[in-house]
């Protein structure tokens, strides 16, 4: 065969190959649609199960003349009603039912993309994907781009992580910062690399094992003057301290694992020896909950010595382990949920082997969060409000390895407790409507362009008057907001892993 036809064969081979590629990225992205989805909720179909609402409503509002002027927000990713109302009903939640029974509550409706980076940076701007351009956990690159890595990467296709760095709209703590109010974020989305705010941030990205094992943790940590490093903690002189609780948290495996797994004595001894060796492709149902414990164990401990220091105007604490979860155990919580799935029985068998170690696994982290939620409103003060959210809930997926989904956005949970807050059930509020509810209540500026709106209905008659509510056109001045930080070359390739391993990325 001459050259010219072996040469015209690869040119068509990789043709193809390329062409296949941007089909199989163009197919394997989510349709945006950034309306809020009024999926239906397990909270539809039930009245308060703690009692006293009704007295409880009129005692809390008989006074009511301002509402929080400092806040608490608890993010508990992928929490939903239809898990939390029977732990409710069994008395395992008691934290949360204290805020039921004095707080408002409802369902929280969702958006698609269903993904938290884009979610939770909605919740924090108030704006949409679009506006704030955090669509996913990749940033989609340009054709052309794509096409040369492909071609010089045998077809495949590097993923870019979207970062903080690409956030095009003020996000709550630099508007409280602007306004000289102080902020504490703890683990929150896209928080990467941390930007300068009037407190502290400490990034998601610190709660990753392969950074914390990237960087030198046992001579002090502080040391490595990598990118990753720099951007985990502001101010950068608490990364030390930060990291040595990191540290602490990562040796105490062995004494929580039991609450979590059911496992033979045995089978416990196997677990722990493998826990810091395990690989989420491989030995996915333990790493997950490995890590899911870790995670925020490391987010709950930061947060509580930093809140029992000070008593900032905004805490922020993101909490990931029900997502987590609930992506890998929910088959085993609610297998009714699964009956009509077209799956073999080979793959029925495979999975109710498992069944009896991790039936009780989700349950298991909703009480560990209702366990930390009342840890830290031990540092609650009396003005503070308190609001619990979810960016979204869960449903079925068929992927048995992955059975647990979130792709037509089920509505999430939200509860505010404090002054002015009007006990009962809210309807109707969604993600955008976080943002403007905390800037109502702390009587800050609210910007006329947000899509969302203040959650009147939970405040009492006296707590708030909307006509004297403070407005400006936009928090933007015409052209895009851009963090002050710099845009980080790579992030870790086991990040990437864990993501691929939750069907986040292909």
């Not at 914390?212 to 030390?240: C, F, I, N, Y």
């Not at 930060?242 to 004595?265: A, C, M, T, Y």
């Amino acid at each position: 065969m001459s050259p010219y036809k072996i040469l015209l064969g690869l040119v068509l081979v990789a043709s193809a190959g390329l062409l296949a590629g941007v089909a199989y990225d163009t197919v394997n992205r989510p349709e945006l649609t950034f309306e809020p989805v009024r999926e239906p909720s397990a909270l539809d179909d039930t009245g308060p199960i703690w009692s006293a609402a009704a007295e409880a409503a009129s005692v809390a509002c008989n006074d009511a003349t301002t509402l929080p002027r400092r806040w608490m927000v608890f993010g508990w990713d992928g929490v939903d009603w239809q898990f939390v109302l029977p732990l409710l009903r069994q008395g395992r939640l008691p934290h949360l039912e204290s805020l039921l029974r004095n707080g408002a509550y409802g369902s929280l409706a969702s958006i698609v993309p269903t993904l938290s980076p884009a979610i939770w940076t909605t919740v924090a701007t108030g704006r949409t994907p679009g506006d704030h351009q955090i669509l996913h956990f990749y940033n989609q690159r340009p054709i052309l781009e794509r096409w040369w890595q492909r071609l010089t990467n045998l077809g495949a296709l590097e993923r870019q992580l979207y970062t903080n760095a690409d956030r095009r709209n003020r996000a709550v703590w630099n508007l409280l910062s602007e306004y000289d109010r102080s902020v504490m974020l703890v683990g929150y989305h896209n928080t990467f690399p941390v930007e300068p705010v009037n407190g502290l941030m400490v990034s998601n990205y610190l709660m990753q094992d392969s950074v914390a094992r990237a960087m030198e943790m046992d001579s002090g940590g502080s040391g490595d003057s990598s990118t990753l490093a720099a951007g985990l903690v502001h101010p950068p002189d608490k990364l030390d301290e930060v990291l040595d609780l990191q540290r602490k948290v990562n040796g105490r495996i062995p004494h929580v694992i039991d609450e979590f797994v059911g496992l033979s004595e045995t089978e416990r001894n196997d677990f722990l020896r493998a826990s810091r060796r395990l690989n989420p492709d491989t030995d996915q149902k333990p790493y997950f909950l490995v890590h899911a414990w870790v995670f925020d164990t490391i987010v709950a401990e930061i947060a509580d010595e930093f809140l029992g220091r000070s008593q900032p105007d905004l805490a922020m604490v993101h909490f990931q382990a029900a997502d987590w979860a609930s992506h890998r155990f929910l088959y085993y919580r609610a297998p009714e949920l699964y009956e009509d799935m077209d799956w073999s029985e080979e793959t029925r068998s495979r999975l109710d082997a498992d069944s009896e170690r991790y039936r009780d696994t989700v349950d298991a982290f909703y009480v560990y969060l209702d366990r930390w939620l009342g840890k830290l409103l031990e540092h609650r003060a009396d003005d503070t409000g308190v609001l619990l959210l979810s960016d979204h809930g869960f449903a079925a997926d068929t992927d048995p390895d992955i059975p647990g989904g979130h792709d037509h956005a089920p509505p999430g949970i939200v509860v505010l407790h404090g002054p002015g807050i009007r006990p009962g059930k809210i309807d109707g509020a969604t993600v955008y409507d976080v943002l403007p509810t905390l800037m109502a209540s702390m009587d800050l500026p609210l910007a006329e362009d947000l899509p969302g709106a203040p959650l009147v209905q939970a405040f009492c008659d006296g707590a708030y008057d909307p006509t004297t509510q403070e407005t400006v056109d936009s928090y933007g001045s015409g052209t895009p907001y851009v963090p002050t930080v710099s845009k980080p070359d790579e992030l870790d390739q086991e990040l990437l892993q864990q993501l691929r391993s939750l069907g986040y990325i292909d």
